[in-house]
């Protein structure tokens, strides 16, 4: 991961310089132009028109006028002005006449005429154009911060050495399955075409960071032996308006290019979050988004480009992304399981020394929620440890400190949780496991944890069944209890209630909705099936009564799982008290020792 990491930095550190630079000369280029303008406005009272010069001539006034050769450029001297005036004559050979015809009628007038001194020349001209020569400067360094964004890399297949193939992708054994059809169409798209088959132009891959979607869209590149252009949603937000939508715009160009190829955007919802109707930053990335449709819309079916996205927030992107012929197929990374943690150890143990006391098995047991980057990681950190303390081969000690080193940087974050937060949070996770347990189909926990993890203050994990298809009503039912189990315990015993509940509150939210309007489980509302995903519409088709009647139906199925939330802790207080201050103490409880809790 670092060094996948480490290439974006050094781009935004060189496109941080640059726009330093480009900002440093373009306040240079101003106060350039202004002084010039200055300067040039008192040249202008100081100048004299050709007429009034002539006029000053044959009126006996002038004293004496200095001429360049080569010039248009003359220097008058008046007989009763201090000051010497400016002024551009049109044909120097016929003013020169004028005046050698004046002085000869006895009206005296000094000319001088100066060799032209080619240096101060130059000197003279060059500073005239540096607010040019700035702005030229300018713009070349704002089309390189462009340019540098755009710079998709471009792993040729032929050339590339790093050839990642799916072999080299563990675990994901369905996901890679899936992916094998691109794969063929990549190689062989005639075959598709003539069948008239429809070959997904985007795929999503939704998963947290670190499980590889990346690498297996490199796989699929891999295997299909064609370029991998890649790029990051982040890179096109710009603080230029437009560039955003222009790179886009390249980026299939140069895609259109090169295909057959796969066009890999990592962290889309970057630029694929709800379109708002907001100004600045956020209609720069509606613009953004805008061209990303018309892209995608405007393959021609003859082009062979696939375009794989990856973000771990699929909800937070716009519909319009996801309709058909654009990123209509979703595939979901899950962190890997038990097996999956083996092999992905077994892939990252090659070209290591281990000693006999290593079992990768033992290890993959220990590291339940762990992506594949940080199981790769974890090896990586226990062969420096090995290294350092001067090992013949990497031993089970090893190991075990850097899977301590991973985790421990990867928890605290260099978070500090504060006394009363930790309460807060032992009480809401608490809460969740007590009302679990009393419920048939949540009780089966795997964990509860105050360690933070990502923005989560606490966890609570359950063992997940796998082969199972359906969902029942009552375990929706009883999902809702227990999601609302860490806010009902936060009334109870703290009497207050705190944002730590907000996610809880979404996803149940979104639970009841898609019980009574997806699933049609609500008995008021009775059997129906309305998908929202496919059209936002639909749901205003049926009428604003309807609509009034769902949201009473959702407010009341989340009202009544508080209420129960309540009811089930309000009995248990004892085993809350309990878990809760297990919790504080050690902030992790096992499955088997939350049931020594509460027995
Ligand atoms: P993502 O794109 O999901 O954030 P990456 O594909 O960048 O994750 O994964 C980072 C690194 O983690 C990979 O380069 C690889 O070393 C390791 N990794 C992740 N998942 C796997 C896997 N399933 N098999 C082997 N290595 C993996
Ligand atoms: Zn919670």
Redesign the pocket.
């Known amino acids: 991961?670092n060094?996948?990491n480490r290439e974006p930095k050094e781009k935004q550190n060189k496109k941080m310089l640059y726009g330093i630079l480009a900002m440093i000369l373009l306040i240079f280029a101003i106060v350039i132009t202004a002084v010039f303008i200055n300067s040039n406005q008192t040249k202008k009272n100081n100048e004299i028109a050709y007429t009034d010069l002539i006029k000053q001539i044959e009126e006996g006034l002038v004293e004496k006028i200095e001429m360049t050769v080569g010039s248009t450029a003359v220097k008058v001297k008046l007989k009763d002005v201090e000051e010497e005036k400016a002024g551009i004559v049109p044909n120097t050979q016929a003013f020169i006449e004028l005046i050698q015809q004046k002085t000869l009628e006895g009206n005296n007038i000094e000319l001088i005429q100066k060799k032209q001194n080619i240096a101060l020349t130059i000197f003279q001209n060059l500073f005239g154009l540096i607010p040019t020569i700035m702005m030229v400067v300018l713009f070349v360094l704002i089309y390189r911060m462009q340019g540098l964004g755009d710079k998709g890399k471009v792993y040729d297949a032929e050339t590339s050495k790093s050839k990642i193939k799916f072999d080299?992708?563990?675990?994901?054994d369905e996901e890679k399955q899936e992916m094998l059809e691109i794969v063929d169409f990549l190689k062989e798209p005639k075959k598709f075409t003539e069948m008239g088959a429809k070959v997904p132009r985007g795929v999503l891959?939704c998963?947290?960071?670190?499980?590889?979607?990346?690498?297996?869209?490199?796989a699929i590149a891999g295997e299909a032996n064609v370029p991998f252009i890649s790029m990051s949603g982040s890179e096109f937000i710009e603080m230029f308006a437009g560039l955003g939508a222009s790179r886009v715009r390249r980026l299939f160009e140069k895609a259109k290019k090169i295909a057959p190829c796969i066009i890999f955007i990592?962290e889309i919802d970057a630029i694929g979050s709800r379109r708002t109707s907001g100004s600045g930053a956020e209609t720069e990335n509606n613009q953004t988004l805008n061209q990303l449709l018309v892209e995608m819309d405007g393959f021609d079916t003859e082009e062979t480009i696939i375009v794989l996205a990856?973000t771990?927030r699929p909800e937070m992107l716009d519909k319009a992304l996801l309709r058909p012929g654009r990123f209509d197929r979703q595939i979901n990374?899950a962190l890997?399981d038990m097996h999956?943690r083996e092999?992905?150890l077994k892939?990252?143990a090659k070209g290591k020394k281990f000693a006999e006391d290593v079992n990768l098995n033992d290890i993959a047991g220990d590291t339940a929620g762990f992506?594949?980057?940080?199981?790769?990681?974890i090896l990586n950190e226990a062969a420096i440890i090995a290294t350092i303390e001067k090992h013949e081969a990497i031993t089970h000690d090893d190991i075990e400190k850097a899977v301590k080193k991973v985790t421990v940087g990867l928890e605290r974050q260099s978070r500090v949780v504060p006394e009363r937060d930790k309460k807060l949070t032992a009480y809401h996770e608490a809460g969740h496991a007590i009302v679990s347990s009393q419920l048939e189909t949540q009780k089966d926990i795997k964990e509860v944890s105050i360690i933070p993890r990502g923005i989560a203050g606490g966890y609570t994990m359950y063992k997940t069944n796998e082969d199972k298809y359906y969902i029942s009503k009552t375990e929706m039912e009883e999902k809702l209890i227990a999601l609302l189990g860490g806010r009902a315990a936060e009334k109870i015993v703290l009497n207050d209630i705190s944002t730590g509940a907000s996610n809880d509150l979404e996803v149940a939210t979104q639970i009841a909705k898609d019980m009574i309007i997806k699933y049609g489980m609500s008995d008021n509302i009775g059997p129906i099936s309305i998908n929202t995903d496919k059209d936002p519409y639909e749901l205003q088709l049926l009428g604003e009564k309807f609509g009034d009647a769902i949201g009473a139906e959702v407010k009341i199925m989340l009202e009544n799982s508080y209420l129960q939330a309540q009811t089930i802790l309000a009995n248990n207080m004892n085993q809350l008290n309990k878990v809760a201050q297990t919790l504080m103490q050690k902030e992790v409880i096992s499955a088997e020792e939350f049931q020594e809790l509460i027995r």
């Open positions: 991961m060094e996948q080299d992708v563990a675990g994901l891959l998963g947290n960071p670190g499980t590889g979607k990346t690498l297996i869209a490199k990592d990856a771990n990374i890997p999956g092999e992905i892939i990252h992506t594949g980057a940080e199981l790769a990681n």
